[in-house]
């Protein structure tokens, strides 16, 4: 009888640590399951801080750019309207077009003599602005508004 008493304590006892092993493997799932979604919503909504601040930040700059260009333009020789005698026909300055034209005209240049004296950085600002990078410096706007001033001084 002793021997009966006792192996039923111990399949009670495997039974008992087998369904403690359980619980544990079970609930430690569970606490992973839940662990690992509140670590993903906290990854989430540091990437949604991150991306809202960079947004930010990168409007920030860009009106920082656009102060920039305002200031760098209006030191430039730019004009409201042309002068009196007419503008000047840019079209005439390999690479201009007459849409090119309309946005110099837009920026305040209407005349040969305008151009004529742009600096290397007004010239790589107005590439820009033109949205044809190093197009003034590649294609010598500048000399060929001095020579067309010449021409139209001598006719």
């Known amino acids: ?14 039974a ?4 403690f092993v359980l619980g544990w493997i079970v609930k430690g799932s ?8 509140i670590a993903t919503k906290a990854i989430e ?7 809202e601040s960079t947004s930010q930040e ?11 260009k305002k200031i760098t333009l209006s030191c430039m020789a730019t004009l409201t309207q042309a002068r ?16 090119l034209e309309k946005k110099l005209n837009n920026l305040g240049i209407y005349h040969f003599d305008q151009i004529a ?4 950085e007004e010239q790589a600002l107005i590439s820009l602005e033109l ?12 000399e060929q508004s001095k020579e067309l001033m010449k021409d139209s001084v001598s006719i």
Not at 32 to 37: A, H, I, L, N, Y
């Open 1 to 14: 009888m002793n021997y009966l008493l006792l192996e039923i304590i111990v399949y009670l006892s495997i």
């Open 16 to 19: 008992g640590l087998m369904g």
């Open 30 to 37: 569970k606490n992973k399951t839940v662990t690992t979604e």
């Open 45 to 51: 909504k540091k990437a949604e801080t991150r991306v």
């Open 58 to 68: 990168l409007e920030e700059e860009e009106k920082k750019i656009e102060d920039s």
């Open 84 to 99: 009196e005698e007419g503008k000047d026909e840019l079209t005439l300055i390999k690479g201009v077009g007459p849409i």
């Open 117 to 120: 004296v742009w600096t290397i």
């Open 131 to 142: 949205l044809f990078p190093k197009k003034v410096e590649r294609e010598k706007w500048v």
